[in-house]
């Protein structure tokens, strides 16, 4: 879905969790298609990564990098700020940030890593969007975007926490999409299938780890899955969310869109 280098021509997006991923391909993207971006991460690789993306720029576009903790109020407050107060303007909202949990049975799971699971993947869009709404609020619009999973639409052994705080992030954005409305600010969520990520990697090790089988052998079995035979790559996602960030997309809200090759038809 490209939609050309003036998409975004005068947006100023915050993509959280750009280090690396699918958020820092979003991030290239909208740069590339016209956008000043704010690259955050916990990670700080972040800055130095905008750096660089910024030294490439197209006129009219820019980078700068901010290390955030988004479990962290503070933390997601400075990052909303540092970003009104370099660019007068926050449009675009995208939480890419997120972690997959250890594979483990629930008997196993232990408290600490519930807890850690949600606190990143549900808590941290919820600190990160309530910083930046005052913001978006004086500008017309806005676009937030969050992260889902066809995990959080279905159970899947082993990964209840994960399941547990995707399915929880598709609910909250329809209740967000609710009470932002009325300021013209849409609120969607993309929902990814198995993603040839870092991430999609660790857990296939996970579950090997924990069956006792080889990382290929559920790799097949997981992608064996799907319609399309082959996981999917961090631009597809990336694709989806510029597309529910952008004018295209205005009359899109409470949505969750599925990303997943049709391993899940709903």
């Known amino acids: 879905m490209s939609g050309g280098a003036e998409r975004f021509r ?6 959280v969790g750009a280090a690396q991923g699918i958020g820092l391909v979003t991030a ?14 916990v990670v700080p690789d972040v800055v130095e990564t905008a750096e660089k993306l910024n030294a490439e720029a197209p006129e009219g576009a820019s980078a700068f990098g901010q ?22 303007r926050i449009d675009i909202l995208a939480v890419i940030a997120g972690i997959v949990q250890d594979a483990k049975s629930v008997e196993d799971l232990t408290p600490e890593e519930w807890d850690r699971i949600m606190a990143i993947n549900a808590k941290g869009p919820f600190l990160v969007t309530r910083a930046t709404l005052p913001r978006m609020k004086k500008t017309e619009g806005g676009r937030i ?8 639409e279905s159970a899947h052994a082993y990964f209840s926490a994960y399941c547990a705080s995707k399915g929880a992030v598709r609910i909250w954005t329809q209740s967000l999409a609710a009470e932002v409305a009325e300021f013209g600010i849409t609120a969607n969520a993309v929902a990814p299938g198995n993603i040839n990520t ?36 961090a631009s597809d996602i990336a694709d989806s969310v510029l597309f529910l960030a ?10 969750c869109i599925d990303v997943n090759g049709g391993v899940l038809f709903r």
């Not at 005068?10 to 993509?15: L, M, N, P």
């Not at 975007?145 to 959080?152: K, L, M």
């Not at 997309?249 to 949505?255: D, E, F, R, W």
């Open 198 to 233: 870092s991430m999609h990697q660790k857990a296939l090790q996970d579950e090997a780890d924990h069956r006792g089988v080889s990382k290929q052998e559920i790799q097949d079995i997981e992608w064996g899955k799907i319609p399309l035979k082959v996981a999917g790559e």
């Open 145 to 152: 975007v969050t992260i889902a999973s066809f995990y959080g």
């Open 10 to 15: 005068d947006r100023v997006a915050v993509v």
């Open 246 to 255: 952008s004018d295209e997309a205005k009359y899109i809200t409470g949505a």
């Open 67 to 88: 290390v955030c903790d988004i479990v962290d109020p503070e933390a997601c407050e400075a990052l909303a700020a540092a970003a009104e107060e370099r660019y007068g």
């Open 28 to 41: 290239e993207q909208l740069l590339a298609e016209g956008a000043s971006v704010v690259m955050s991460d």
